[in-house]
C-alpha cells in the first residue's frame, strides 16, 4: 500500500518538474524563485491543476499576476489542458473535490468530516451554484466599501436584492472600469439567490450572450436559446457596451429585453457610459435603457480609498503603517482595481522583506502604476483656456450662455475634450461650463464627432488641441 502512495507521489513530483520547467520560460527567475518556489501540485484525480501554495498573500498575488503563465506551462509542460487553480496547502480542497474525496473515505469505510449547515444559507452548495453562474462568492454587499462616489448606487441595488425596488426596472448602471459595477451586480444576484434558492438567475456578460446567439443561430436552436434567456425571474448582463454595432444581436436582445420587463423580470445591466454615449447602439435600446433607473459610480474620495484599503488588509491579514496607508491612498485615485492592485505590492514586498515598509519604497514599487495615474490628468480649467485661445474667444465665455456660432462651436468641442481627457462625469463637465446639464454635455460631444468625421478641417482642430493638452 506504502508503495502504491510513494509512487503517486513520484508521478506528481516529475508532473511538476515539467510545468515548473516550462512556467520559468515565461516569468523571470527573480519571480518565479520568490512566488513558485516552494509551490506543489496537490493531489486531486479527476480536478487537475490544484497547485498548493504557502500562503494567502502567495495565492493572492499568483492568481493576480501569473494565471496565465500557469495555465500554459500545464499545457505546453505537462499536456494537460485546464484551468488552474491555486489554494494554501492545508485549507481545504475545492468544494467539488472535496466530496468526491468524502464520498472515497465512505467507501474506502475511512471517517468523514460533517460538514454543519451554515445558517445563512450560504454554504457549499450556495457557493458552487454561484460559481457554476460565474459568480465571485466574494464580491457581496458586506465586502463593498460605500462612499460618497457610490452610495446611490448600492442603495439602489440595495432595493432591488431585498426587492423593495420594484419600479427600479431595469436598472442601468454605468461608470468607468474598475470602480464596483461588476461587484454590485454579483451582490444583487447573491442576494436574490439567498432570497429564493430555486430562482432562475441569468447572470453573464454581454459578450457571451452574443457569443451563444450566434451559436444558436449556426445549430439552428434559437427557440432553445430564447426560452433560456425569456423565462428567467432575473437577468443581470455585464458590459452591455459590448453589443454596440451588432445589429442582429441587438434586435435579439431587444425582443429578449423587452420579454422580460413584460413579464416584470427585474434586468440589471452595467455598461462603461451613459446609454445614449454607446456608439452605435440601436435608438430603441437606448429608449429602453433609459426608462428604469440609471445610476453612475465615480471614482471613490481619499477616505472611501483608505476605508478599501483597510477592508482589503483585514480581509487578507495584512498590517501597514498608518502613513502607508495614507500615502497609497493619495497616491492611486482613478479606480477600486488599481488601488487593490497598488496595495498587492505593497503587501506582498512588506510580508517577503525584512527592511521595515518606508514612503520612499512605496514609491519605488507603485513606480508605474503612479505613473499611469499622472497620465492625462488635465484639468477642465487647463482644456478651457487652450480652447478658447485657440478659436481666440474669451475665457469667460466658456461658462456664458451666449450662444452665436463662433463662441458656442468652440464651447462644445471644448466639452467634447473634457469628456474625452478627463475622468469628469457628464454633470461636474456640465457644471464647469455654467451649470448646464448633462443632455447639454451629450449633444455637444455628439456633434464634435459627427463634425470630425464630415470636415477634415474640425478634425485636424481637434486632434492638434488634443495633442496639445496631453504634452
Known amino acids: 500500500m506504502s508503495s502504491t502512495k510513494e ?10 518538474e515539467k510545468v515548473k520547467a516550462k512556467l520559468s520560460e515565461y516569468i523571470s527567475a527573480d519571480a518565479f524563485t520568490r512566488w513558485f518556489k516552494n509551490a506543489e501540485i496537490v493531489k486531486a484525480d479527476e480536478t487537475p491543476g490544484i497547485v498548493g501554495v504557502q500562503s494567502d498573500m502567495h495565492q493572492i498575488w499568483i492568481e493576480t499576476n501569473y494565471m496565465d503563465e500557469l495555465r500554459a506551462a500545464f499545457a505546453e509542460g505537462a499536456g494537460i489542458h485546464c484551468s488552474p487553480q491555486v489554494i494554501v496547502k492545508g485549507q481545504e480542497l475545492p468544494a467539488e473535490e472535496e466530496s468526491k474525496q468524502a464520498a472515497r473515505k465512505s467507501r474506502a469505510g475511512e471517517p468523514v468530516r460533517v460538514v454543519t449547515p451554515d445558517p445563512t444559507g450560504k454554504g457549499l452548495a450556495f457557493e458552487r451554484r454561484l460559481k457554476r453562474l460565474g459568480i465571485n462568492p466574494e464580491l457581496d454587499f458586506e465586502s463593498f466599501v460605500v462612499g460618497d462616489n457610490s452610495q446611490f448606487a448600492h442603495a439602489a441595488c440595495s432595493a432591488v436584492a431585498y426587492e423593495e425596488g420594484r419600479s427600479f426596472n431595469p436598472l442601468f448602471i454605468h461608470g468607468k472600469a474598475g470602480l464596483g459595477k461588476t461587484h454590485l451586480m454579483s451582490a444583487v444576484a447573491q442576494q436574490l439567490l439567498a432570497n429564493d434558492p430555486k430562482a432562475k438567475i441569468v447572470f453573464l456578460t454581454a459578450e457571451h450572450f452574443a457569443n451563444e446567439f450566434i451559436e444558436a443561430v449556426r445549430k439552428g436552436s434559437l427557440d432553445a436559446f430564447r426560452k433560456a434567456y425569456r423565462h428567467a425571474d432575473a437577468m443581470l448582463i455585464d458590459d452591455i457596451q459590448f453589443v454596440a454595432g451588432k445589429e442582429r444581436t441587438q434586435d435579439e436582445f431587444f425582443h429578449t429585453f423587452n420579454a422580460l420587463l413584460n413579464s416584470q423580470t427585474q434586468v440589471i445591466l452595467t455598461c462603461d457610459r451613459p446609454a445614449p454615449e454607446i456608439q452605435t447602439l440601436d435608438p430603441r435600446l437606448v429608449s429602453r435603457f433609459e426608462s428604469g433607473l440609471t445610476v453612475e459610480l465615480q471614482p471613490p ?6 476605508a478599501i484599503l483597510r477592508r482589503k488588509m483585514e480581509q487578507w491579514k495584512v498590517e501597514l503603517e498608518n502613513n502607508i496607508v495614507v500615502h497609497i491612498a493619495n497616491s492611486i ?9 497598488a496595495l498587492t505590492r505593497v503587501a506582498s514586498y512588506s510580508f517577503l522583506s525584512s527592511e521595515p515598509m518606508s514612503v520612499q519604497k512605496v514609491d519605488e514599487l507603485l513606480g508605474d502604476l503612479v505613473r499611469d495615474e499622472n497620465t492625462n490628468q488635465i484639468g477642465i480649467e487647463q482644456i478651457q483656456k487652450t480652447v478658447a485661445d485657440y478659436y481666440g474667444i474669451n475665457l469667460g465665455d466658456m461658462r456664458s450662455r451666449r450662444r452665436p456660432a463662433s463662441i458656442a462651436f468652440p464651447r462644445q468641442v471644448a466639452m467634447y475634450l473634457s469628456r474625452k481627457l478627463t475622468k469628469l462625469s457628464l454633470v461636474e463637465i456640465g457644471d464647469a461650463f455654467g451649470k448646464r446639464d448633462h443632455g447639454t454635455v451629450i449633444h455637444a460631444c455628439k456633434k464634435v464627432k459627427a463634425d470630425m468625421e464630415a470636415d ?10 488634443t495633442a496639445q493638452l496631453e504634452r
Open 301 to 306: 474620495g481619499f477616505e472611501t480609498r483608505v
Open 456 to 465: 477634415l478641417e474640425v478634425r485636424g482642430a481637434v486632434e492638434k488641441l
Open 7 to 16: 509512487g503517486d507521489g513520484q508521478e506528481e513530483r516529475v508532473l511538476w
Open 333 to 341: 485615485k482613478s479606480n477600486v482595481r488599481r488601488l487593490e492592485g
